[in-house]
């Protein structure tokens, strides 16, 4: 197997783009991508999308954007694992060209979420649970995390506002990225007087959805250093699954597949979790925060949330995350985050963050959750 290097990198902006449409915002990011790299043409295109069959009617995202963008007649098709799907492009273009496989990959995550509004976009992101035994009950991810929350706050003796430092450090640090859809701070104590969307998670725990898209180039690490002055390597790379429907489940607060993947990437990479500089975890509800930092060794179980407390996440803290702000104030492209999650920690370790650069960053890891975290897939990057 060939090591992998990141040589590209390109975003759009996350919002409510309701005057591009996702070949359009898909193709923004392509040619940001090519234009960071210096290159104009690649092998193949692996595109990252959980919902654009269900929400925005269109398939075949692969042919529709390589076409679009003018990439011309390549390998090119859709890679899915609901919220992870972003991730999960990045792990095949990454196996891709550590095979041999294929020498220049883009990997792109692309959801276009307000195609659809209020039920109609719930209903079209169901999907992703288990149809037989809970979306046809009406559960819904936000339900789901819900229930989590609320075992959690039941067997540690916690209330809401435990969970509140997690969202403060995201907006603290949106407000500094030009790209985020939420550029506003939270005020202490706001937390817990937000209005509920599923008791007990509320306005300022959950992610809002947005459209966005994200791309990066890969190459093998052999040509990497030709091609770019700073080329990011991808160390670790690995995939973990637990049960679809969390009453299948042995262990509602322990995230197996987080701990697995985190495990196996970190592995690959030589280097234990708590060695990176920075992390950028999937914090779409909070409590998904606190259990992913618990399953990967940062605490004790229940008492992930003093982390946040602690103010130990912050951008100057030993344990940064959320660093362009999350899936929180960034905004939540659903698919594509896996693939933000990427760019955002290339910025870091080429000292390109501006802002929110974490001082000497070297290496970070990256961690895209499937649902409650029904899929994990973790990639370490270095320097």
Same mark, same amino acid.
């Given at each position: *197997? ?5 040589? =590209? ?15 359009? $915002? ?41 076409? #679009? ?24 273009? #990454? ?36 149809? /037989? ?45 030009? %790209?985020? *859809? ?13 209005? $509920?969307?599923?008791?007990?998670? %509320? ?40 049960? $679809? ?5 042995? /262990? ?17 990479? =030589? ?5 990176? %500089?920075?992390?950028?975890?999937? /914090? ?11 399953? *990967? ?74 649902? *409650? ?11």
């Amino acid at each position: *197997m060939r090591d992998v290097s990141i040589i =590209g990198i390109g975003q759009t902006k996350v919002g409510e783009h309701w005057e591009t449409g996702l070949r359009a $915002l898909g193709a923004e990011a392509v040619q940001a991508a090519l234009d960071d790299a210096g290159v104009q043409t690649v092998d193949a295109l692996y595109v990252g999308s959980a919902y654009a069959a269900s929400i925005s009617n269109q398939s075949q995202l692969g042919a529709l954007i390589a076409d #679009y963008a003018g990439m011309g007649n390549l390998e090119a098709f859709t890679v899915e694992a609901a919220e992870a799907s972003g991730a999960a492009a990045l792990r095949t273009g #990454y196996l891709a060209v550590a095979s041999g496989a294929v020498d220049v990959a883009m990997v792109l995550g692309v959801e276009k979420s307000t195609d659809m509004v209020a039920e109609p976009r719930t209903l079209a992101r169901s999907i992703s649970l288990d149809a /037989d035994y809970e979306a046809i009950q009406g559960a819904t991810a936000t339900a789901q995390a819900a229930l989590l929350m609320r075992r959690y706050m039941h067997d540690y003796g916690l209330d809401v506002s435990a969970f509140e430092g997690f969202s403060l450090n995201a907006h603290a640090n949106g407000a500094k990225n030009p %790209n985020a *859809m939420y550029r506003n701070l939270l005020k202490p104590g706001a937390f817990g007087k937000a209005p $509920l969307v599923a008791d007990p998670v %509320n306005l300022f725990d959950s992610a809002p959805d947005g459209d966005g898209a994200a791309a990066v180039i890969l190459v093998s690490g052999e040509r990497a250093p030709d091609m770019a002055p700073l080329p990011v390597r991808i160390a670790g790379s690995a995939v973990a699954t637990d049960a $679809l429907a969390l009453h299948d489940r042995d /262990d509602l607060l322990y995230l197996k597949a987080v701990a697995l993947s985190a495990q196996k990437a970190c592995q690959q990479a =030589g280097i234990s979790a708590q060695a990176a %500089n920075v992390y950028e975890l999937h /914090d779409a509800f909070t409590v998904l925060t606190a259990l992913a930092l618990e399953a *990967m060794g940062f605490a004790e179980r229940g008492q992930g949330w003093k982390l946040a407390t602690d103010a130990q996440i912050g951008l100057a803290g030993a344990t940064p995350i959320s660093t362009f702000g999350g899936l929180k104030a960034r905004g939540n492209p659903v698919g594509a985050t896996g693939v933000y999650q990427a760019v955002e920690a290339t910025l870091q370790l080429r000292g390109q963050a501006a802002n929110n650069q974490v001082a000497g960053a070297r290496t970070a890891l990256i961690q895209n959750l499937g649902g *409650m975290a029904s899929t994990a897939i973790t990639h370490v990057l270095r320097v």
